[in-house]
């Protein structure tokens, strides 16, 4: 389980407590406590962070807001200081060295950078100059496959930097280069040596050390190393999805001042988020990331038509809600689409899980559906359906179980559009855009 999944769990019970007593937030800051120690995060810090939690909770409220929302947010703005602040990755990175030890995620990681910046229009080539381990070159040229970027490798060759200079010349007219390396089990002589001859001919703008999120506070020893003998001047973290150790290597990172640019939360090209606390935050808090949702779909739309604002609009049809599962697939699976919007427990399971056949089959429904019957599924009856499912192709269940998804599904994507105040006051139901909304009114709590 993920670092984020602990924490999440530990605001869950602040979140759902009815009475906001001491007892309470005491309880809810022993689990905190739990989770970022689980998370490797230094017990110094974490013993910081529960005291000014639980002396901010009982100031003095600022108006307009009640407890419970200001102990959220004194939560979210000190776990934001823990974990590090917003450090834009360069958007002209030229030429990105990748280093790092063994399994971190360089070569996946070189895949998904490229992919991000061909979508910010740059022309991106990868180097592979990982000739210690036989099957890397290989490795690096079905990932740069995968998300179409140019590949420069040679198997023949055993000197790393003799592949770089190759490989420059290669992408002499190139926006972007990207040079991924090999990995060793520390950072040795021989590891300081290859990175330092293959820098000599590379020249990087942006050296990047990658490392993997369970290390937990070691990231800082390896970090310090790194940056001392090679001059890392970036960092990534991978893995944030599968370690429970995400948040100690984020803050340890912080005490150093290493910039973290990128966390990767998954094995897939697109599973790059650039690192933000306070949407971290919001996203593991359960409150939504609006922010890097529009961003995704943006990207999206580019590559293919999707409406952005539609994708959000509480209200929709039949053929917008196929549109939009078409368009959120695209953006990963459904489960994690929801997720950034705050809404993951809410999807039901067999939708978040709906594979192409399926949702190619409800293509065909909604085409050999009558305008109306879009518009307005409710009319739908007994021989309406069997009337579909025999122009459609598939069965009069099929047909059933598409109406029923719709349902659901336009339960969950009308709660981003409704604010229900009563509810917010009752705890229930709050999600970070209306929080947000909130607090931007009231300037003196603007979220960052
Ligand atoms: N779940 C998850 N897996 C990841 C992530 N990034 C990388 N991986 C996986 O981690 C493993 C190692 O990744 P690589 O990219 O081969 O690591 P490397 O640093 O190039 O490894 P060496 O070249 O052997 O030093 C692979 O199985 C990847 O799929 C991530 O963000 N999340
Ligand atoms: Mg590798």
Request: one cysteine or more.
């Amino acid at each position: 389980m993920g670092f984020g999944d602990n924490l999440r769990k530990a605001i869950e019970k602040l979140k759902n407590s009815t009475a906001l007593d001491r007892e309470t937030v005491k309880a809810a800051i022993k689990e905190l406590q739990r989770a970022l120690i689980a998370s490797d995060v230094e017990i110094s810090l974490v013993l910081r962070l529960s005291k000014e939690i639980e002396a901010a909770a009982f100031e003095e409220l600022p108006q307009g807001i009640n407890r419970k929302e200001h102990v959220i947010k004194v939560t979210h703005d000190k776990l934001a200081e823990i974990l590090g602040g917003k450090s834009k990755a360069p958007e002209k990175p030229i030429k990105i060295l990748l280093v790092g030890l063994f399994g971190a995620g360089k070569t996946t990681t070189a895949g998904k950078l490229a992919k991000w910046y061909m979508k910010r229009s740059q022309k991106v080539g990868i180097i592979a100059a990982d000739t210690y381990r036989p099957a890397a070159v290989q490795q690096l040229r079905t990932v740069a496959g995968n998300v179409k970027a140019a590949f420069y490798g040679n198997e023949k060759e055993k000197n790393a930097a003799k592949v770089v200079k190759e490989g420059l010349k290669e992408f002499n007219d190139y926006d972007l280069i990207i040079c991924d390396t090999a990995g060793r089990s520390g950072l040795d002589e021989e590891l300081t040596k290859e990175i330092r001859e293959i820098n000599a001919i590379f020249n990087a703008n942006e050296k990047w050390l990658v490392i993997g999120a369970d290390v937990g506070q070691v990231a800082k020893k390896q970090s310090e190393a790194f940056h001392k003998s090679v001059g890392v001047n970036g960092v990534i973290i991978t893995r944030m999805d599968g370690s429970a150790k995400g948040g100690g290597a984020l803050a340890a990172c912080n005490t150093t001042g290493a910039k973290v640019y990128f966390i990767g939360s998954g094995e897939k090209m697109d599973d790059l988020q650039e690192f933000d606390a306070t949407r971290y935050l919001s996203r593991i808090m359960g409150y939504g990331d609006l922010e890097t949702l529009l961003e995704k779909a943006k990207e999206i739309q580019e590559e293919e038509s999707i409406d952005a604002e539609e994708l959000l609009k509480g209200e929709f049809t039949l053929k917008t809600f196929y549109n939009q599962m078409k368009a959120t697939r695209k953006m990963g699976p459904l489960s994690k689409v929801m997720d950034l919007m705050g809404l993951g427990q809410q999807v039901p399971k067999e939708m978040a899980e709906m594979g192409e056949d399926k949702l190619n089959k409800f293509g065909y429904i909604i085409d050999s559906m009558t305008e109306r019957e879009r518009e307005d599924p409710e009319i739908m009856n007994k021989s309406r359906i069997a009337r579909i499912a025999k122009g459609s192709g598939t069965t009069q269940e099929e047909i059933r179980e598409l109406l029923k998804n719709f349902k659901k599904m336009k339960k969950v994507f009308k709660k981003i559009g409704s604010i229900d105040t009563k509810k917010m006051e009752e705890g229930k139901g709050m999600d970070m855009q209306k929080l947000q909304k909130m607090f931007a009114k009231k300037k003196k709590f603007k979220l960052r």
